[in-house]
T-cell receptor, first 111, second 117 residues
Framework: EDQVTQSPEALRLQEGESSSLNCSYTVSGLRGLFWYRQDPGKGPEFLFTLYSAGEEKEKERLKATLTKKESFLHITAPKPEDSATYLCAVQDRTGANNLFFGTGTRLTVIP | GAVVSQHPSRVICKSGTSVKIECRSLDFQATTMFWYRQFPKQSLMLMATSNEGSKATYEQGVEKDKFLINHASLTLSTLTVTSAHPEDSSFYIC?????????????FGPGTRLTVT
C-alpha cells in the first residue's frame, strides 16, 4: 500500500530563514510525486511534479528535489505570503489515476 | 490555464435533504475528475473517481448510493449528497486531469464547505 509521510507537521520560520520540508514515500512503482500548496479554506494549488530520482524543479523561492525514497521542498528566504500548508502526493504505476496524499506541513512565516 | 471551478462554495442544508455540488474545468477538457473530502486539519481523502460517460469508481467505505456522481460532459462532474446528515458536514474538493496530456497533474477546485444542520 502506498504511504506518504510528511515532516515536520508544523514549521515556524522567521522571514528570510531558509528551510526544507520532507516527504518520505513508499510506492510499488512511482509514476509521479506532486507538491501542492493549500491555503485555509481553499483547494490545493499545484506547484511541481517530479518523475524520477535526481530531478529538480524550481519556482520563485521554492525548489523541489526527488530521491528514490523521499522528496524535499526547499524554501529560500521565505516571506509571510509563503505561509500555507504544503501537501505532498504520490501516484503509483498500478493503473489507478488517483493521488495519495500526505498530511501536510503547516508553514508559518513570521515577519 | 488549468482552472477548475466549484459551485456552490458554501452550502448549509437541513438533515435529510440532498445537496448537489458542481465541478467544472473552465479552460480544458477532463475525461477524469476526482472527488475528495477533507476534515479539519486532515489531508485529502479520495472518495471517488469520475469518468466521463461511465460510472464512477468509489473508494472502499464510500457509499455510492449516498454520494451520487455524474460526469455527463468533458467539463462537468457533479456530486450529490443524498439524505444528508450532520456527519456529512465537511469540505468537498474536486480535481480534474487534462484529457490527452502525458503528465498526471490534477488541478483542484476551490472546494465546497457543506454544513448539515
Amino acid at each position: 500500500e502506498d504511504q506518504v509521510t510528511q515532516s515536520p507537521e508544523a514549521l515556524r520560520l522567521q522571514e528570510g530563514e531558509s528551510s526544507s520540508l520532507n516527504c518520505s514515500y513508499t510506492v510499488s512503482g512511482l509514476r509521479g510525486l506532486f507538491w501542492y500548496r493549500q491555503d485555509p479554506g481553499k483547494g490545493p494549488e499545484f506547484l511541481f511534479t517530479l518523475y524520477s530520482a535526481g530531478e529538480e524543479k524550481e519556482k520563485e523561492r521554492l525548489k523541489a528535489t526527488l530521491t528514490k525514497k523521499e522528496s524535499f521542498l526547499h524554501i529560500t528566504a521565505p516571506k509571510p505570503e509563503d505561509s500555507a500548508t504544503y501537501l505532498c502526493a504520490v501516484q503509483d504505476r498500478t493503473g489507478a489515476n488517483n493521488l495519495f496524499f500526505g498530511t501536510g506541513t503547516r508553514l508559518t512565516v513570521i515577519p | 490555464g488549468a482552472v477548475v471551478s466549484q459551485h456552490p462554495s458554501r452550502v448549509i442544508c437541513k438533515s435529510g435533504t440532498s445537496v448537489k455540488i458542481e465541478c467544472r474545468s473552465l479552460d480544458f477538457q477532463a475525461t477524469t475528475m476526482f472527488w475528495y473530502r477533507q476534515f479539519p486539519k486532515q489531508s485529502l481523502m479520495l472518495m471517488a473517481t469520475s469518468n466521463e460517460g461511465s460510472k464512477a469508481t468509489y473508494e472502499q467505505g464510500v457509499e455510492k448510493d449516498k454520494f451520487l456522481i455524474n460526469h455527463a460532459s468533458l467539463t462537468l462532474s457533479t456530486l450529490t449528497v443524498t439524505s444528508a446528515h450532520p456527519e456529512d458536514s465537511s469540505f468537498y474538493i474536486c480535481s480534474a486531469r487534462r484529457t490527452g496530456w502525458i503528465s498526471y497533474e490534477q488541478y483542484f477546485g476551490p472546494g465546497t464547505r457543506l454544513t448539515v444542520t
